[in-house]
């Protein structure tokens, strides 16, 4: 089962690189006003929600946590784990993944920019920011559980 869940994260990393790929030309888009067809000298204006530092957290976010799961799932082969602790690591890095994907999206349209559930420095306190800062909380937790886990299996050499 280890190999199982091995396999799992690694895929769940390039579904992350996938997100990264498309929030990079959200981002483009959102820098120039729209899509842009070069280098046929067209541009389709519109709007995108969020902001261009947004998009750019998301981007660079999720590439980070992308690698950050496929390096977790290959680091699973070198040590032994029982069921339960591939499955727990493995599910502790898939929501922090997901949680920090929300994280980047839900603040980018939060004023305080979901880094509590209260306004702070940032900003007010929102809707926006409860969705940013809750799955990241949550995230942060099941993240610090897998690398305590990693840290305490036993190698296989």
Known sequence: MQSYYSNKLIRQGFFGILVSLVSGFILIFSMIGGAS???IPLLIEFDVPGTAAGWRGVH????????????????????????????????????????????????????????????NAMGEAS????????PAL???????????????????D
Not at 60 to 87: E, H, P, V, W
Not at 138 to 156: D, N, Q
Request: hydrophobic residues 60%.
């Open 127 to 134: 809707l926006a920011g409860a969705f940013a800062f809750f």
């Open 60 to 119: 660079i976010g999720m590439m980070m946590n992308g690698i950050m799961a496929i390096s977790f799932g290959a680091a699973m082969r070198a040590f032994y784990l029982n069921d339960t602790q591939a499955f727990r690591v493995f599910l502790g890095t898939v929501i922090a993944v997901w949680g920090n994907f929300m994280f980047y999206l839900f603040g980018m349209f939060a004023p305080n920019h979901g880094l509590t559930l209260e306004a």
């Open 138 to 156: 949550v995230g942060a937790i099941t993240l610090f559980y897998a690398v305590i886990s990693m840290l305490r299996a036993e190698s296989l």
């Open 37 to 39: 067809l070069s280098p």
